[in-house]
């Protein structure tokens, strides 16, 4: 399972929230570097994560707006070495446990919501490769879809 998505570009690249939020966290930890943690109010709360950030410009309890810098982009923490990417992930605060499987940790299933079966359900990229899919296209379908509601 894959429960995010890693967006590859330059050093430096503005990094602009996928949707409405708060910021509860912009910081940094051991693992991911540089991140900042939105939360998206509405009917199913999420929890948008944007980690390998270079710098961040928001910070905690701020209120993002989507299409807003809120960083820019990096290999950091445990990226370090690697081309430099913003991996973003989107979880949830009430767990689904009927999305719980089999799977090799697919016990995380009921947290996490598939960044791709988001973008892919709304026919935003529906017949392209991952690697024909601009990186500007996930992440406006993330601005077009503000709540995170495709699942």
């Not at 930890?29 to 270079?54: E, Q, S, Y």
């Not at 081309?83 to 973003?88: A, C, F």
């Not at 009921?110 to 017949?127: H, V, W």
């Amino acid at each position: 399972m894959r429960k995010d998505i890693d967006i590859f570009g330059k050093t430096g690249t503005p990094v602009p929230s996928a949707t409405d939020g708060i910021a509860l966290f912009a910081g940094e930890t051991a693992k991911d570097g540089k991140v900042v943690l939105v939360l998206v109010h509405g009917p199913r709360w999420r929890l948008h994560c944007f980690v390998h950030l270079n710098s961040i410009r928001t910070g905690a309890l701020s209120f993002v707006v989507s299409g807003e810098t809120i960083g820019t982009l990096a290999a950091n923490g445990n990226a370090q070495g690697k081309p430099p990417h913003l991996r973003h992930s989107i979880g949830r605060i009430l767990p689904a446990p009927w999305k719980v499987d089999g799977a090799t940790q697919g016990h995380k299933k009921r947290f996490f919501l598939s960044i791709l079966t988001l973008i892919y359900s709304n026919g935003d990229c529906r017949g392209q490769t991952l690697t024909s899919i601009h990186p500007s296209a996930l992440l406006a379908h993330s601005a077009s879809n503000r709540h995170g509601q495709g699942e």
